[in-house]
């Protein structure tokens, strides 16, 4: 008994968290995921009680905090981030992974705070600035992101992402010069270093292709060599973007005016999403040529993306009376009357883009979203009938009817639940059918197929944030408040649109309240 006492005494907490730490370190490519969280949930208990090698906490918990975030565990990953803030006083880097993940959360706000925070403790992280400017940019304070930006390049003037984010403030600015001069600098501080980590390789070919779409409409052969400098192991959203722009080049090159010229390079950069260059190379054709249809539509289409909402109005109403018969012009219009509240006019030019063209049916999912802006759900479902009508086979157009039925609560039992197995026969593999089929059986009081539709929408695709919040209610309507509250939280986590986010939040804080 005597010596038993002994030993355990020797087996200390200390001892044993070290060996924990000791085990993580040596051996973590062969555990268990989970055991990244079990660390982060043991941490407080076990630091609160124990005197901790500070170094090894550390460096287990940025072992669990980057397993957690790759696994899109970001709830836990924010926890470990900040628990090694907390271990490390002066390292900015673990509140910028925080401001990051917050980032790609779409929470602006809370992005900001983290950046501050990392800034408090280093004001020369140039990471952290970037990160600011990108809040900033996306909060649409354009000359706040501006400025960090700049101060960012002050403090790592070889940072390739603050360069594009200082090119694109430039180019909405109107400084075109000014844009490709911070680009080129750029390049060329890379090109003149040792290999490129896999990053800093897509921004140099986002570099290369912003530049082009800058040259492109004063110097088409520096513009061609621009894009040709695009390796073709770029990101495939650039690839496209330069392949539609080699195009335009081709296609101006051949042109019979200047306008057609300038019209070809303006529509490829509007595919790319380059609003402020497009709007300029369209604005000078439509200079050229003030009654070409498609140069004033798509002017009025790129104005309307920038949030220009009087010139979008007036370039897009002239288009429909330019080409009355041209059905895009008209579902273009009517997209803009519909965000901006026009209910009534939005479905006068969607009901006749739809009677257009008969083989798209676009125009009539538009229609639908209009109607239930109004509140007419019996049109909005008639719309969304003729759509599947007009393309059977089409998943995507299912899915809209099935959704509509399911956020609308409009005959759920009988004609949603019917339109759910409907897409469910024409793809049972596909995890979004599954899942919806899922929830408009627990909408519909079936408990039991919806738990087999809803598990098996998360055997096909893990991952899938709305299973996830679906699962929480069907967790709820049991009573199963741990199983719901996990389940919301996973759904936080995996939510890429910020559109389910903020009604699992909402769940997460009644349940809370409640409890």
Aim: charged content about 20%; glycine content about 4%.
């Amino acid at each position: 008994m005597f010596v038993w006492r002994i030993v355990a005494r020797a087996i200390t907490l200390r001892f044993m968290f070290d060996l924990l730490v000791r085990v993580l370190i040596h051996v973590r490519p062969r555990l268990s995921s989970v055991l990244a969280l079990v660390v982060v949930a043991l941490h407080p208990m076990l630091i609160s009680r124990a005197t901790l090698p500070p170094q090894d906490a550390v460096t287990m918990l940025w072992q669990a905090a980057e397993e957690l975030r790759a696994l899109r565990s970001y709830t836990g990953a924010i926890q470990a981030y900040e628990r090694i803030a907390a271990l490390s006083p002066t390292d900015p880097a673990p509140l910028v992974a925080v401001g990051y993940i917050y980032l790609a959360q779409q929470e602006w706000l809370l992005a900001t705070d983290a950046f501050n925070r990392a800034l408090a403790r280093r004001i020369d992280f140039g990471s952290a600035w970037t990160g600011l400017a990108s809040a900033s940019w996306a909060r649409g304070d354009l000359h706040a992101a501006v400025t960090q930006w700049q101060t960012a390049l002050e403090y790592q003037p070889d940072m390739m992402q603050a360069r594009l984010g200082l090119a694109l403030g430039f180019i909405y600015e109107g400084q075109l010069h000014e844009a490709a001069t911070t680009l080129a600098a750029g390049v060329a501080m890379l090109q003149s270093g040792a290999s490129l980590p896999i990053e800093q390789s897509g921004a140099m070919a986002s570099a290369y292709l912003l530049r082009g779409a800058i040259l492109a409409l004063e110097s088409p052969v520096e513009a061609r060599r621009e894009l040709s400098l695009i390796a073709d192991n770029a990101p495939q959203e650039t690839l496209v973007a330069r392949n539609h722009l080699v195009e335009a080049l081709d296609r101006a090159a051949a042109a019979d005016t200047p306008a057609q010229a300038t019209k070809y390079i303006g529509l490829a950069i509007m595919k790319a999403e380059l609003w402020p260059l497009a709007r300029l190379a369209l604005m000078r054709a439509y200079s050229l040529q003030p009654d070409d249809a498609e140069t004033v539509a798509s002017l009025g289409y790129v104005e309307a993306m920038m949030g220009l909402d009087r010139p979008a109005w007036e370039h897009l109403s002239t288009a429909v009376v330019l080409r009355p018969q041209w059905s895009l012009a008209r579902l273009w219009l009517g997209r803009y009357c519909l965000q901006n509240g026009l209910l009534y006019l939005s479905i006068a030019q969607l009901r006749m883009a739809s009677a257009l063209e008969l083989s798209d049916t676009t125009a009539l999912l538009e229609l639908s979203r209009a109607y239930v802006s109004l509140g007419n759900y019996a049109q909005a479902e008639q719309a969304l009938l003729a759509a599947v009508e007009r393309a059977p086979y089409d998943l995507d157009v299912r899915l809209a009817l099935v959704n509509f039925y399911a956020d609308s609560l409009w005959h759920v039992a009988d004609r949603g639940l019917a339109a759910a197995k409907s897409a469910a026969e024409m793809a049972p593999q596909d995890a979004r059918v599954r899942d919806m089929l899922g929830w408009m059986y627990l909408l519909a009081g079936d408990m039991d197929q919806a738990r087999l539709h809803l598990f098996s929408a998360l055997a096909l695709k893990p991952d899938q944030a709305s299973t996830y919040y679906h699962l929480g209610k069907f967790y709820l309507a049991l009573g199963f408040q741990d199983h719901a509250r996990t389940a919301f939280c996973r759904a936080v986590d995996l939510d890429s649109t910020g559109q389910l986010r903020p009604r699992a939040l909402r769940s997460l804080t009644q349940l809370n309240q409640t409890s």
